[in-house]
């Protein structure tokens, strides 16, 4: 169907075009609100600015596709693939993601106010600066996630995993459904752990660029698969802590938690160096 075409029935009334083949579809600002989209096919279209608003897009195939700014608040997305789609400060407020396919989509400054994400595959997506405030994200697949500066007030991410997840910035407050290793690890990621007590704590795979563990406890934690790039451990004290699989840390790092105690996957001769 050519772009023509479908203003042309949607001018006419008509706002069924389930299971359409729009592949690369120039449909920059147009206004589907109330459509039936679901099934269709729009990889690679461009929707930027335009109005999806309270539209059933059910299982619609939106990868690669182009969303900036575009209104979807209140759509139905179930079970819709948008991997790669591009949704920067798009407005999903109350829309429904369940089940969808979103690996790798790109949802900077976008609102995501109450929308249900649960069991949604966002892995490696970018989330940076998203407005997820009252987000129903249970079991959603955040691996890989980057939510810098994400607002998390009210949301709801019982039984998420946040490995290898970027927490830096991010706001979360009572209302936030989310383990306690996870709150730690994002309290860690902000504020710096500077001399802090965190023995025996479980901060396995989380993503610690940067943080300060100045004259920390570490005694017996467990930091296993964990991104340590840039970390600060001067003076830490790492005696049982496991750095089993971690990345980020140098040669000379390794060899000098080893010799202060600390479990770490390479078979290192101890040498008399201090942790830096």
Known sequence: METQTLLAHYAHGKRDFQEAFLIGIKLVGINLSGSNLSGANLISADLSNANLSQTNLIGINLTNSTLSQANLIGADLTDAYLSEANLTRADLSDAKLLNAYLKDANFTHAQLVNTNLTHANLSGAKLTHANLSGANL?????????????????????????????LSGTQIDDTTQLSEKWRLVQKIVTQGAKGWDLSHVDLSCASLVGVNFTDADLTGANLAGTHLRSVDLSNAKVKDASFIACTGLSKSTKLALKEQGALVDDDFTPVNLKVS
Not at 138 to 162: H, K, P, Q
């Open 138 to 166: 249970l079991n959603t697949v955040l691996t890989g996630v980057n939510l810098t500066g994400a607002n998390l007030s009210g949301a709801n991410l019982t039984g998420v995993e946040l490995c290898e997840v970027n």
